[in-house]
């Protein structure tokens, strides 16, 4: 196991092309645990959206055709769940128009039900939804540290937000805690996806 860890090691040091690679992959493999260092239910929601992009071509589709992620948040009241819930909730349709109407995505938007803009709207609404359950930031970390403290459980906190948010799978659902800083997560679970 160890032989094939340092191989697989070794292959992605040469993968990066930085005479600083050995040092960028471990600091990925060195992450610090972040699950107690909670952040506002708006930056949860925006991380949240920027992982669903990270799917087959949503990023150069959605992320790419807006100038990045972070221009959703023009269109979507800074981010805010209950706003955008609240705004076009059962309504991805609407909700693809007013992202069209506000920042003018370049490129062909399909609008067709399999194409990726209606598939994404239907994860900004049910993410939106999802968050809408928690107070703010803070009761998010709660919940999630519940799940996330007791080995028993850690396993159901990407199973339930892959439930829980349309086009979120299992791998993305784990790159988002990831990227939140729930580490020991992405160690023992997630590393397999």
Not at 15 to 26: G, M, N, V, W, Y
Not at 46 to 53: E, I, K, T, V
Not at 127 to 138: I, L, T, W, Y
């Amino acid at each position: 196991m160890r032989r094939t860890y340092s191989t697989a090691k070794e292959f992605l040091i040469r993968q990066i092309p930085s005479t600083d690679a050995k040092r960028i992959l471990e600091s990925y493999l060195a992450l610090p645990d972040k699950s107690n260092e909670p952040v506002e239910v708006n930056e949860l929601f925006a991380r949240l959206l920027a992982s669903a992009q990270n799917a087959n071509m949503k990023a150069g589709v959605v992320g790419g055709s807006i100038g990045g992620i972070d221009n959703l948040g023009n269109a979507l009241f800074s981010f805010d769940p209950s706003k955008v819930e609240k705004s076009f909730a059962n309504n991805p349709g609407g909700l693809l128009e007013h992202i069209v109407k506000v920042l003018k995505p370049r490129g062909l938007v399909r609008k067709t039900p399999r194409s990726i803009w209606p598939k994404y709207c239907k994860t900004i609404l049910s993410s939106a939804a999802f968050f809408g359950q928690f107070r703010d930031g803070e009761d998010f970390y709660d919940w999630a540290n519940h799940l996330y403290q007791d080995q028993r459980s850690i396993a159901a906190l990407p199973m339930i937000l892959a439930a829980e948010v349309e086009g979120i799978g299992y791998p993305l659902a784990c790159d988002f805690l990831k990227e939140l800083g729930f580490v020991k997560l992405w160690k023992t679970r997630c590393s397999r996806y």
